[in-house]
């Protein structure tokens, strides 16, 4: 996103005062860019992306490329990183288990009925949404602590978020709350940036493994989900079960399959394929015919208004 739009968003992470963009001189680079406060913060643009972290420290300035790796450090590489490096784009991963499919298909189900205007995604990753939806709304900026796409628009912390009161229309965050230290700040954060009237889709999961450990810090049952937001100023909307424990068992076939078949992109493309049409045609209906009332849903979508 151009500095200059963005600029009508974002603040301090800790004050929420005015920045001031301050441009890359004609002889430096563009490292040389930042956001400043009028306290004196200093908030770098680096490869086009504002780095909002609340006490953000800087690296020494290199003539290399500056080391983009991962800035936490996870005991288990994702499935989905794994089929990033063998050439899978995102828009197919999100469809290639029941599990997966199911996220997807809530996700443009709420996007449909709740999404418009300004939006903001908290925990954008490798930043698909915002290009699946492309029309449904005005403006998109993408958050995320991690970068793993130079294509999001900020770096910064659901806990600190570093945009001004009352500014988007939307926040759709998609399995992210889990891996937030403090979900009671986030909340709090989401309703603040939030314009009277706006919403948020939001999904989390509830019966489900360890993941991204050791990142990860709650699961929720819809009823906790439900209070979570109720007591920091939403009314919420609606809140659906995602899928029940075949779709669990289902997204472990795929990881096992990714990871067995790694070696080779033929045979692991020819084993994904089986497996994903496999999950489509006969698991996706035992799943929703078992457990109808869905008491060992894998998570929950909820939509909440300000």
């Not at 029941?98 to 298909?105: A, G, H, M, T, W």
């Not at 209070?227 to 472990?252: C, D, Q, S, Y």
């Not at 457990?291 to 929950?300: E, F, L, P, T, V």
Request: aromatic content about 12%; charged content about 25%; hydrophobic content about 40%.
């Amino acid at each position: 996103m151009d500095q200059q739009l963005l600029s009508k968003y974002i603040c301090c992470p800790v004050t929420h005062g005015e920045l001031k963009f301050v441009e890359a001189s004609k002889n430096g680079t563009e490292k040389d860019a930042l956001y400043k406060s009028a306290a004196g913060e200093e908030y770098p643009v680096i490869n086009n992306i504002p780095r909002l972290l609340p006490n953000y420290i800087p690296v020494t300035v290199s003539e290399e490329p500056r080391d983009e790796k991962a800035i936490y450090r996870r005991v288990t590489k994702p499935y989905d990183e794994i089929l990033i490096e063998k050439g899978y784009p995102y828009e197919k991963i999100c469809k290639m288990d029941v599990l997966r499919y199911e996220i997807f298909k809530k996700t443009e189900s709420f996007v449909n009925e709740h999404m418009k205007g300004d939006v903001l995604e908290v925990g954008a990753g490798a930043d698909y949404l915002k290009k699946t939806f492309a029309g449904k709304y005005d403006n998109w900026v993408s958050l995320d602590y991690d970068i793993r796409s130079f294509s999001i628009d900020v770096q910064g912390d659901a806990q600190q978020l570093p945009f001004k009161d009352n500014s988007f229309d939307t926040i759709i965050t998609i399995d992210v709350l889990e891996h937030i230290p403090n979900p009671e700040k986030a909340v709090k954060e989401y309703f603040r940036v939030l314009k009277p009237g706006g919403k948020i889709i939001l999904s989390t999961p509830f019966m489900f493994w360890l993941h991204e450990e050791p990142f990860l810090f709650f699961h929720s049952s819809r009823f906790g989900l439900k209070h979570l937001f109720e007591r920091n100023g939403f009314k919420v909307l609606n809140i659906v079960p995602i899928a029940g424990i075949l779709a669990t068992w289902g997204l472990l076939c795929s990881i096992g399959i990714t990871k067995v078949f790694k070696f080779s992109g033929p045979v692991l493309r020819f084993f994904l394929f089986i497996n994903k049409w496999t999950q489509l045609g006969l698991l996706r209906p035992l799943d929703k015919a078992i457990d109808k009332n869905k008491r060992m849903a894998q998570g929950h979508f909820i939509a909440a208004q300000k």
